[in-house]
């Protein structure tokens, strides 16, 4: 079992920065990708980034490629998302979500064994 857990949502004003961060407990594997998704009011969940392990290849959603980074710690502990020129419709429940191995249709949701319970990010404009 992975257990997952979300911190660093907030509200900030369009323009603004936020940085999330996902702890990772429990089991671990070395052939693994960890995502970044999000689901706004009344909207499915949508991809946003996703980093896989151990090629550390990154992979983004075209909203918010050149605004947000992820990264991972060396110790394999935590994953982060830097969130840098936010924008009202950055708007969102975000979620970490991990799996064991890499997959082609990464971006799917259903396609993720383990969550985090989400955090919340609001952009004002």
């Known amino acids: 079992q992975v257990q997952l857990v979300e911190s660093g949502g907030g509200s900030v004003q369009a323009g603004g920065s936020l940085r999330l961060s996902c702890a990772a407990s429990?089991?671990?594997?070395?052939?693994?990708?960890m995502a970044w998704f999000r689901q706004a009011p009344g909207k499915e969940r949508e991809f946003v980034a996703a980093m896989r392990w151990p090629t550390e290849m990154k992979y983004y959603t075209e909203s918010v490629k050149g605004r947000f980074t992820v990264s991972r710690d060396r110790a394999r502990t935590s994953l982060y998302l830097q969130m840098n020129s936010l924008k009202p419709e950055d708007t969102a429940v975000y979620y970490c979500?991990?799996?064991?191995?890499?997959?082609?249709?990464?971006?799917?949701?259903?396609?993720?064994?383990?969550w985090g319970q989400g955090t919340q990010v609001t952009v004002s404009s």
């Open positions: 979500a991990s799996r064991e191995g890499w997959i082609l249709t990464y971006q799917d949701s259903n396609n993720y064994y383990y």
């Open positions: 429990g089991r671990t594997f070395n052939n693994h990708a």
